[in-house]
Every structure is written in C-alpha cells, then in structure tokens.
C-alpha cells in the first residue's frame, strides 16, 4: 500500500496521523486516552480506496503503532503518558479556579473557572463531543473524587477552530448550575486585553504522571514555567505559530495531553490555555497554549460571557409594558432608550431585574443581558427571562399593553448633509458595523458616549472618520484605550461621556478637524444646536449611508426634568425640536451651537416624541468637563 506514518502531533488529547498514500492523504485522529478507556475519533480526508480497502489501510496503520519503532518506519515517540511533567503536589485552595473536565465518569482534561456557569477549556477537548456525555468536577485536588460534579449544558467552540492546525484553540462550557464559591472554587481573572508579550513566568496546574511512562496520580500538580521568544518557537515548530498560540517551557517541565484545556496562569490572571505540542518536556519544543490576549479568542471568550443573545422584536414595536400574570409578579414598568442600548428594569416583589437590549439587532448587532440582584434560583430566573422576552418577540395583544415609539429613527426629520461641513464628526466601529457616533476632539482622541463602550475591549473597536458615508472611505484606524468616566452609571445613564485613544493620529484636512469644546462659563438657556449622524430619516425606514443632521432648540432644565419624572442630573442638558431628534444609532455625537460641541448624545425616551426631549451629555457641567481635559492633557 506505500503507507507510511511521517506527520505526529501531540494534540492534548489528540493526535493526527497524516499518512501519505500515492497522491493521497489520510488523516487519523486518535485520543492517547484509549489506555483509560475512553475511545479513539476517527477523520477523513479524501481517500481513492472503497471502504473494503480502507479497512486494510487502517489495519495496517494501527498495527504499526502497536508495534515497536523499525527500520522502514520513521517513528517520533512522544511521551504520551507525562502530563505535568517535573511538577509537584499541590492543592485546590491554591488553585482553586482549576476543575476536571470528565467524559462521562473518566477525567479527559483541564478547565479553569471563569464565571459561575462557564467554564474555558480547549476547543480540542470538546470538537465533535455532545455536551450531554461531559461533566465538570470542581473544588478537589484529587481527579476522581471529592468537591462537586455538575453536568454540562452547552459546548461553545470558538466557530473558527481548526482541528487540522489546532488554531482557535478555546471552547467554554455552559454548566447547569452555578458553581457554589468558597475557598476551593474561585473565578480566575482573565489577563487584561493590553498585556504585553515576553519574558513572563507562569504555573500550569492539572492532573498527570510524575514523569513519562509513570503512574497518573490523583493530586493536583503544578509545574513553573518560562515565556518563550514567539519568533524561536516558531521555527521550531516550522511556522506552525499563529497569532492565537503563544508558547512557554522550561527543560524537564512541562504539560501534556492530560492537562488540555487546563489554565497557564500569570501574576494572579489568566494568561493562556494548554493546547498542543510535540512531546512533553521536550527541550527542543516549548509548550502551546491559546492566547488569550489576541482579539479573536478574547472576543469569543467575552461575548458568552455577557451572555449575549439573538432577540426577536414583535413586528408593531419594541416598547413594551406587560403586565406578566402568575406566581413571579413579574412586570415590565420601565423603558430607557439608550442609543443604542435600552435598559428594562424588572420588579419582582422588592428585588429588581436590569436587562439591558441592544435596538441595533435588525442590523445584526448581538443584543446583550446584564442582570442586578435577583431572589430567584436559576430555574426560577429562567422563567422570568422567557416570560420577558417571549412577550418581546411576539405579535402585540389586548394582553399587553403596548406603547410604540418611533425606535428605529435615529437623525428624525433630518437633511443629508457632507463631512466638509462637519468635519469633527467620526463614526465607532463594532469591528466593521456602525454602533455610534463620536467626535474629533484631539489629532489622537476621540469623545463619544460612555454607553457606546461600557464593558467592551478596545481591540474590537474602531473610529472611520474623513468620510460622509458610514460604511466606506475616509480612514479606518483603530481604537487602543477606552476611558470611560469613572462615574458613569449604567443604571441611570449618569456621567456618559468617554474618551477614546486611537492607535494613530488624525490626518488633519477639510474633511477631519478637531472640535472645539464649549468654555466652562457658558450659560444655559435659549440655544440652538445642530446634531450629526448616520440613521434612519424616519421611523421603520432604511439606514442612510449619507451623513444626516438635525437642528434642534435647548430646552428648560426643570421642564426636562418634569417629563422624565426628576432623573434629569446636572451632568445633562435637553434639547427638542418636535418631530426632529436623535436617537439610539447617533449616541455619542455631537450637540455643536456656535461652533463648540456643547453636548454629547445620550439618551431619551423614544426619538422625536414631543412629551420628551433629548438627553445629552453637558460638557460645561465640572466633573464631565474635569474627565475630558485630564485625558486631553
């Protein structure tokens, strides 16, 4: 048959076996683990035999592995049972985010804790698996007894894994029900998005043989490790490196292919997660491990995090007030507009439910849930949030009682308009989709709305600016700090400005300059503005690509603060021009009179809705003012 074994690769628990045949390649995956039990996967790529003669192939193959190394074969031979290899006893309480990941009752890899009900391991653990046959141990420091097992619910691979390289190497798991916190079970902190590469110590902890072809204890072991250069790992893998690995060693220490999955932890954080390698130990081949400060995995990890969701919106509006009947008491009395976020404030008895939606999913935008107190067990709080959002997705009925406002309007009652004549006037990226606006405010900052970056990493944002269309031209640069102000308050929209640093400066030109800020001693009352943006030109129509702008008239604080029921802080200031408005696809914009941006767009209850006009940040108020001139300077 010509075949003959030339490709191996320590997959932690995988191997691939590429064997060549003629002008053909077969690939084989296969678990190490078999020895405990647990059964080898098998993959294909194409192939000339029937299925008669592919069985003989892999005859062939198997039975060279079972047999000792020969002449005609070249045989790398890993050292397939050492997992932390050099590494000493430790205990739970010092490690306390690590758990075993079990297929059914057998312990297959590592994990760390990363929430109450995720855990992150790698993707390579779980590619193929049904969540149904895994199972979580935590709080023990012994592998098969002890602490708590609790079922897995749901695999999160990252989309982008691949088996044949092992790149996107991350998967987090849903449990069905929280980890109980104490000393022996602790959320590990995930390593800040901005942290340098290089020259870092860490500690890989797991469970595995004291040394290649020993015993697997049941203690947790730990072993220290050194960060290796990413240039020298790379050629001695032969390029293999990506972006989303990086690599650590030390000579005699390592991980193998029993702590997949488990946590490369550095300075208290997590810094990677243990992936593949060739061997284990092997002075020659670092360690690789998922990188958990690259934009991709990072992204991945932090959207189930927040636990992001697909909503559907029923087709007459999506402001509602439901009266939901039953034992939960559950009503809906509260509707922000928060452009673009809305927030839905739940009372049940006299604790309160925070949901926070995001309007721009018709665009594609993943809406987002955040949560305050709450009395209820999960099983309980699950019916609360079905109820909620099943009322949001569905036709309106003499049930429920139903106000529409004109949502989707962003620039209502606005005119087209060019970058020439608001050349201060930036568009902020989600990756590639148009979240918000913001304005040029220094060559290398940029000033929006605190709502617009709350709880994002500045690696998935980006500012175009120079350009009167939102999806093309201009300049594309990306966003490397986000400074929201260190006040700014979700709950009531308080304090929402934040300063953005991006990776380089503006070119300055007619179509890019900066905007002045309003003087500190200008006074309130009787002016005129113009707001600027890329929106809707009226309720349920399209989202023009032609930059739009509104003028809009100041309006009395007090009467403000009389619509909105007394939540009008001094840190806003309202402006209304009836059935002319900003609304959720324009926060963080600017509000300019006389040449000066006054305000940033805020917030407000519907858009162009004559009983409430629109909230914008007050640039003149101290404590805005004092946030924006300490980054400036």
């Known amino acids: ?57 892999l005859v062939a193959v198997f039975a060279a ?21 050099g590494g000493v006893d430790t205990t739970i309480e010092d490690y306390p985010h690590q758990i075993s990941l079990m297929y059914y009752t057998s312990h297959i890899c590592g994990g760390s804790i990363i929430a109450r009900n995720l855990i992150l391991t790698a993707a390579h653990c779980t590619y193929g698996q049904s969540a149904r046959a895994l199972k979580v141990r935590y709080g023990s420091s012994v592998m098969n007894k002890g602490g708590k097992v609790v079922a897995v619910v749901q695999i999160n691979d990252h989309p982008k894994y691949n088996p044949s390289n092992i790149d996107y190497d991350v998967s987090v798991l849903k449990l069905a029900e929280d980890v109980v916190l104490s000393s022996n079970a602790q959320i590990i902190e995930m390593v800040s998005s901005n942290t340098q590469e290089g020259g870092r110590n860490a500690f890989v902890s797991g469970w595995g043989a004291l040394y290649s072809g020993g015993p697997s204890p049941n203690q947790l072991q730990v072993v220290e ?9 790379n050629r001695a893998y032969g390029g293999k490196i990506t972006d989303r690995m990086i690599c650590f060693k030390n000579p005699g220490k390592d991980s193998c292919q029993g702590d997949s999955g488990g946590p490369l932890v550095s300075g208290g954080a997590q810094v990677g997660v243990v992936s593949w390698g060739y061997g284990c130990a092997d002075a020659r081949y670092p360690g690789v491990y998922s990188h958990l400060t690259e934009a991709a995995i990072r992204a991945h990890i932090q959207d189930i995090l927040v636990a992001l969701l697909f909503l559907l919106f029923h087709s007459s509006g999506r402001w509602l007030w439901l009266q939901w009947h039953g034992l939960m008491k559950a009503m809906l009395v509260y509707y922000v507009c928060l452009k673009p976020w809305w927030h839905l404030l739940i009372p049940i008895e006299n604790y309160l439910i925070k949901i926070l939606i995001s309007p721009l999913l018709q665009n594609g935008i993943k809406g987002q849930l955040e949560l305050s107190s709450s009395p209820f067990s999960s099983n309980m709080f699950k019916i609360v949030l079905v109820a909620v959002f099943a009322a949001l997705a569905v036709e309106a009925s003499p049930r429920l009682r139903v106000q529409v406002p004109q949502l989707d309007g962003r620039i209502v009652g606005g005119v087209d308009t060019t970058i020439e004549d608001y050349p201060h006037q930036i568009s902020l990226m989600y990756y590639t989709s148009h979240i918000c606006g913001g304005s040029i405010i220094a060559r290398n900052l940029i000033l929006t709305a605190a709502h617009c970056t709350y709880g994002q990493s500045a ?23 986000i400074n ?20 380089e400066d503006v070119v300055l030109s007619s179509n890019a300059q900066i905007i002045e800020m309003v003087s500190s001693n200008t006074q309130e009352g009787g002016r005129n503005a113009f707001v600027s943006g890329w929106g809707a030109l009226y309720s349920g129509g399209p989202s023009p690509n032609q930059l739009q702008v509104v003028e809009v008239a100041e309006e009395d604080r007090s009467a403000c603060n009389r619509a909105y029921g007394g939540k009008i802080t001094d840190r806003m200031i309202c402006f209304k021009n009836p059935g002319k408005d900003s609304c959720q696809g324009d926060s963080g914009g600017p509000l300019v009179s006389g040449g000066a941006q006054v305000g940033v767009v805020s917030w407000g209850y519907g858009c162009a809705d004559a009983r409430y006009p629109g909230v914008y940040s007050h640039l003149t108020e101290a404590a805005i003012r004092a946030h924006i001139v300490s980054v400036m300077n």
């Open 225 to 233: 490790v050194a960060e290796e250069d990413r240039s020298a790992c």
């Open 459 to 481: 690696r998935a944002l980006k500012v175009r600016y120079g350009s009167s269309v939102m999806n093309k031209g201009g300049k594309v640069v990306a966003v490397v700090q």
């Open 1 to 57: 048959m010509k075949a003959m074994l030339v490709y191996y690769v320590c997959l932690k628990p995988w191997w691939h076996l590429l064997i060549p045949i003629e002008n053909y390649l077969i690939k084989i995956l296969i678990s190490p683990l078999l020895q405990n039990g647990i059964k080898g996967q098998l993959e294909l790529s194409s192939s000339p035999f029937s299925s008669n003669m592919f069985k003989i192939v």
């Open 65 to 85: 592995l079972a047999v000792e190394a020969s002449p005609r074969l070249r045989v790398q031979v890993p050292q397939l049972d050492g997992r932390i290899v």
């Open 484 to 503: 929201d102000h260190p006040k700014y308050n979700p709950s009531n929209i308080d304090y929402d400005v934040s300063v953005l640093k991006l990776a």
